[in-house]
């Protein structure tokens, strides 16, 4: 699928409605702004690609060129040489195992990236792990970037939070100095040249950083659970809100923790595995449920950190409730668990009376009676 015709299928299905997000406009013809991208298509010789140093990436140039100059050093202008080595690419090509479909030149990061769109048939769990569990609940937030109901060694604490590294907010001191020399130097100088590409470098460098560690958190949980619950985070939301209140600078943190990339790697890693992932709805009150008891609070502030049940006295840290919530809730939506706290009819926002939560009886006795549920059970896994 071309570029062009990706577009124009973005643009299709937000105006039908099918696209979720921002709307989409009618694609237009790059400019001098955009970035700077060039895609070449897959050619029948696939050992052409590479040189033999596996130090070169083949151009195809059009045959059409006419220019005299450009015929001339048409050998030269077909290779790009490469600093990382393409060894293993080049030897996967030869033995037929991947096939290149095609090469994209782009400047990302203040350098200069080819990336390959290969072709490869898969079979499930190409990763043999060591199985830590059949089913782990994870709660994204910004203060920790992950809690998980399970407790995996060398990921997280005994309390089942991964730190946030903070990548940008490691940076910002230095991204704010070159942001000061930038803004004090002429427009169209070469020296405002040479900062913009530092500071296209410090971007680029915190990107792939960030990057970095969400494919090792995510590789680690696609290979070692068969089931990975997330809570579905309205990201646009919650920056929108933030900025409308007097909560503003959380929408920084709130990029900065990389939730919908977290949630792209675990999904398409899990599927190569044959495990799966499944996401709990965004108005699941997984805070302000009692992991114990199921009793739900009407209201609770976010910059409450302990939750606190006034039903059975239950005294937890805010982001292990929300995860052995997420985690009985996958429970429930893979049908493991018959009998699950705090999942009886009620209103979006819970029930705001101060008493216990009751549902009627059907035997003739009493009107009311009290809900009856199973306390968390933390599986016992062994690291």
Same mark, same amino acid.
């Given at each position: 699928?071309?570029?062009?015709?990706?577009?124009? /299928?973005? +643009?299709?299905?937000?105006?039908?409605g099918?696209?979720r997000g921002?709307?989409?406009?009618?694609?237009k +013809?790059?400019?001098?702004?955009?970035?700077?991208?060039?895609?070449?298509?897959?050619?029948?010789?696939?050992?052409?690609?590479?040189?033999?140093?596996?130090?070169?990436?083949?151009? $195809? &140039?059009?045959?059409?060129?006419? @220019?005299?100059? $450009?015929?001339?050093?048409? @050998?030269?202008?077909?290779? &790009?040489?490469?600093?990382?080595?393409?060894?293993?690419?080049?030897k996967k090509?030869?033995?037929?195992?991947?096939?290149?479909?095609?090469?994209?030149?782009?400047?990302?990061?203040?350098?200069?990236?080819?990336? +390959?769109?290969?072709?490869?048939?898969?079979?499930?769990? &190409?990763?043999?792990?060591?199985s &830590?569990?059949?089913?782990?609940?994870?709660?994204?937030?910004? /203060?920790?970037?992950a809690?998980?109901?399970?407790?995996?060694?060398?990921?997280?604490?005994?309390?089942?939070?991964?730190?946030?590294?903070?990548?940008?907010?490691?940076?910002?001191?230095?991204?704010?100095?070159?942001?000061?020399?930038?803004?004090?130097?002429?427009?169209?100088? /070469?020296?405002?040249?040479? #900062?913009?590409?530092?500071?296209?470098?410090?971007?680029?460098?915190?990107?792939?950083?960030? @990057?970095?560690?969400?494919?090792?958190?995510?590789?680690?949980?696609?290979?070692?659970?068969?089931?990975?619950?997330?809570?579905?985070?309205?990201?646009?939301?919650?920056?929108?809100?933030?900025?409308?209140?007097a909560?503003?600078?959380?929408?920084?943190? #709130?990029?900065?923790?990389?939730?919908?990339?977290?949630?792209?790697?675990?999904?398409?890693?899990?599927?190569?595995?044959?495990?799966?992932?499944?996401?709990?709805?965004?108005?699941?009150?997984?805070?302000?449920?009692?992991?114990?008891?199921?009793?739900t /609070?009407?209201?609770?502030?976010?910059?409450?950190?302990?939750?606190?049940?006034?039903?059975?006295?239950?005294?937890?840290?805010?982001?292990?409730?929300?995860?052995?919530? #997420?985690?009985?809730?996958?429970?429930?939506?893979?049908?493991?668990?018959?009998?699950?706290?705090?999942?009886?009819?009620?209103?979006l926002?819970?029930?705001?009376?101060?008493?216990?939560?009751?549902?009627?009886r059907?035997?003739?006795?009493?009107?009311?009676?009290?809900?009856?549920?199973?306390?968390?059970?933390?599986?016992?896994?062994?690291?």
């Amino acid at each position: 699928m071309t570029n062009a015709t990706l577009a124009l /299928k973005n +643009f299709s299905e937000s105006k039908s409605g099918v696209r979720r997000g921002r709307s989409v406009g009618f694609p237009k +013809f790059k400019n001098r702004h955009s970035k700077l991208s060039l895609t070449f298509t897959a050619t029948d010789k696939q050992a052409g690609w590479f040189t033999e140093d596996s130090r070169h990436v083949r151009l $195809i &140039l059009p045959h059409f060129a006419t @220019d005299p100059r $450009i015929a001339r050093r048409r @050998d030269q202008l077909q290779w &790009l040489y490469t600093t990382e080595s393409l060894r293993r690419l080049r030897k996967k090509v030869a033995s037929g195992e991947w096939r290149v479909q095609s090469v994209t030149i782009s400047f990302t990061g203040g350098r200069w990236q080819a990336s +390959f769109s290969v072709r490869q048939f898969i079979a499930p769990a &190409l990763v043999a792990r060591k199985s &830590l569990g059949t089913l782990v609940g994870v709660d994204l937030g910004v /203060k920790h970037l992950a809690t998980l109901s399970v407790t995996v060694s060398g990921v997280n604490d005994e309390d089942g939070h991964v730190a946030n590294p903070r990548h940008l907010e490691a940076e910002l001191e230095r991204l704010a100095k070159i942001n000061r020399q930038l803004a004090r130097c002429v427009k169209g100088s /070469k020296n405002r040249g040479k #900062i913009l590409k530092r500071r296209q470098v410090l971007l680029g460098r915190i990107t792939r950083t960030r @990057d970095l560690h969400l494919h090792r958190l995510t590789t680690t949980l696609a290979g070692s659970f068969e089931t990975v619950v997330l809570e579905d985070v309205n990201v646009v939301g919650m920056v929108t809100k933030s900025k409308h209140t007097a909560t503003h600078g959380r929408s920084r943190s #709130i990029l900065d923790a990389g939730f919908y990339e977290l949630r792209r790697q675990l999904t398409y890693k899990a599927t190569d595995r044959g495990h799966r992932v499944v996401v709990v709805g965004q108005f699941y009150p997984s805070s302000k449920r009692c992991s114990h008891c199921g009793e739900t /609070k009407a209201k609770f502030a976010l910059s409450d950190r302990v939750f606190e049940c006034s039903t059975c006295g239950t005294r937890l840290d805010r982001d292990v409730n929300a995860a052995r919530n #997420i985690h009985r809730e996958g429970l429930r939506l893979n049908g493991d668990e018959s009998t699950v706290a705090g999942h009886q009819p009620e209103t979006l926002n819970a029930d705001s009376r101060n008493q216990k939560t009751t549902t009627p009886r059907r035997d003739g006795g009493d009107r009311y009676q009290s809900r009856t549920t199973q306390p968390f059970r933390e599986p016992s896994v062994s690291a």
